[in-house]
């Protein structure tokens, strides 16, 4: 099985790693400056899952998206950060229309955090071929070439949300990566997970950034518990508005959330948070930027979301030197 990943940062070469270690998929990288002058000698996965040193033999990298060793893939996988999608979307779409990359039956995998990114290649490559994971591991990069697995909370699940039935035609890389050691599930379901995942990212992600403190400790008060029940409960009723749903309603969410998701992650640090304190854009606007989105639609009263989202996005103006 012939596979592309976009996106050679701490998800894309864990994912690379655990694919190449199922000695079934033959793997590229599309990667870009540094990190593909590191990915030209090795790479390297370790942590709670095992370890794992790849060398250039092993798979192929490049920074060109009309590379003619990249023809006639069987997945792309996106595992850039979702701020990239655009430019990705618009540079996968000039290389099919110039016979790169694409096959008759090429598919797209989405491995990101938020919502809505899905939508974003539907448009053009159509339902039948994007499909979305939902996943909790938690990989930090430590280097370019080197990433640590630190946390493994759940599965990985893939499905299609858009077309449900299709879900299953993600079996044969679903097999390889959990040959590879990775544990992966096909799930009709994805789209449940995925706002599960929402709700958790949108009350946690940016409070970590802005008050630099783990995710325990954002629950240790009624303060900041306040503020994350209020983005959570207009999450939710953005979510059912467009007619979702997830595992639980508000109120059992909140219990889980509290008893359950966030002492397993109690001393994490924020994605965000590293994101703004190494001066890069963020994916704010795939957490509160999308409820907000969403909301105004159906004309909800999402004031926290957007409260927390300009926050954000004043500190991203302040990192550009403006």
């Avoid at 090795?42 to 899952?49: A, K, T």
């Avoid at 379901?189 to 995710?215: C, E, G, T």
């Avoid at 009723?237 to 109690?266: A, H, I, N, Q, R």
């Avoid at 989105?293 to 300009?310: A, C, L, P, Q």
Wanted: aromatic share 16%; net charge neutral.
């Amino acid at each position: 099985m012939r596979v592309l990943i976009i996106g050679s940062g701490a998800i894309g070469l864990g994912i690379g790693a655990f694919l190449l270690n199922s000695k079934e998929a033959d793997v590229s990288f599309l990667a870009r400056d540094k990190t593909y002058q590191a990915l030209k000698n090795q790479f390297r996965v370790y942590g709670i899952l095992g370890e794992y040193d790849f060398y250039y033999r092993d798979y192929y990298v490049t920074d060109n998206y009309f590379d003619e060793k990249l023809n006639y893939q069987d997945w792309v996988l996106i595992t850039t950060k979702t701020y990239a999608n655009l430019e990705v979307r618009d540079f996968l779409k000039a290389a099919k229309e110039s016979g790169f990359i694409f096959g008759d039956n090429t598919k797209i995998l989405i491995i990101q955090n938020g919502w809505g990114n899905s939508e974003l290649y539907r448009d053009f490559f159509g339902e039948d071929r994007v499909f979305t994971a939902r996943i909790i591991t938690g990989f930090v990069r430590e280097s370019l070439n080197q990433v640590k697995i630190t946390v493994h909370a759940d599965k990985m699940r893939v499905g299609n949300i858009f077309k449900k039935e299709l879900s299953k035609e993600t079996e044969k890389i679903v097999y390889l990566l959990n040959k590879g050691g990775f544990d992966v599930v096909v799930d009709n379901d994805v789209d449940k997970y995925l706002w599960a995942k929402l709700h958790y990212n949108i009350a946690l992600n940016p409070l970590s950034a802005l008050f630099k403190v783990p995710y325990g400790y954002l629950a240790e008060t009624e303060y900041t518990r306040e503020l994350m029940n209020n983005l959570i409960r207009e999450s939710f009723k953005v979510m059912e508005s467009f007619g979702f749903s997830t595992f639980w309603d508000y109120g059992d969410f909140l219990k889980e959330f509290y008893e359950k998701m966030v002492p397993v992650t109690y001393d994490h640090l924020s994605s965000m948070l590293q994101d703004i304190e190494a001066k890069k854009p963020t994916e704010i606007d795939s957490f509160c930027g999308v409820i907000i989105k969403m909301g105004e639609e159906k004309g909800i009263d999402v004031r926290y979301n957007r409260i927390i989202y300009n926050q954000i996005k004043f500190l991203e103006w302040k990192n550009r030197g403006v």
